[in-house]
Nanobody, 116 residues
Framework: QVQLVESGGGLVQAGGSLRLSCAAS????????MGWYRQAPGKQRELVAT???????NYANAVKGRFTISRDNAKNTVYLQMNSLKPEDTAVYYC??????????WGQGTQVTVSS
């Protein structure tokens, strides 16, 4: 059984910053890609950022230059540093991890609200 626990969401003014964390526990082995998706009200879930086990990163165009993804393999934790937040970043943010040979595991989601 694998559990992902997210933290760090909340309410922030436009231009502010938040740091999301997602810690995985349980039977964790051979973690490959870790990352974040988000879903705004009335919209489809969209990819925000990913990081592979070699440290390679990928970002959605909408967040490039503002968000930074990182991971701590010893803690099985992935982070998302979000700077210069905009109202359009308001969404529920979901973390995920993939382990070789298994389907992705997802977190429960954390709300990020950016006020104008």
């Amino acid at each position: 059984q694998v559990q992902l626990v997210e933290s760090g969401g909340g309410l922030v003014q436009a231009g502010g910053s938040l740091r999301l964390s997602c810690a995985a526990s349980g039977i964790i082995r051979s973690v490959n890609v870790m990352g974040w998706y988000r879903q705004a009200p009335g919209k489809q879930r969209e990819l925000v950022a990913t990081i592979n086990n070699g440290g390679g990163t990928n970002y959605a165009n909408a967040v490039k230059g503002r968000f930074t993804i990182s991971r701590d393999n010893a803690k099985n934790t992935v982070y998302l540093q979000m700077n210069s937040l905009k109202p359009e970043d308001t969404a529920v943010y979901y973390c995920f991890i993939t382990m070789y040979g298994f389907d992705p595991h997802w977190g429960q989601g954390t709300q990020v609200t950016v006020s104008s």
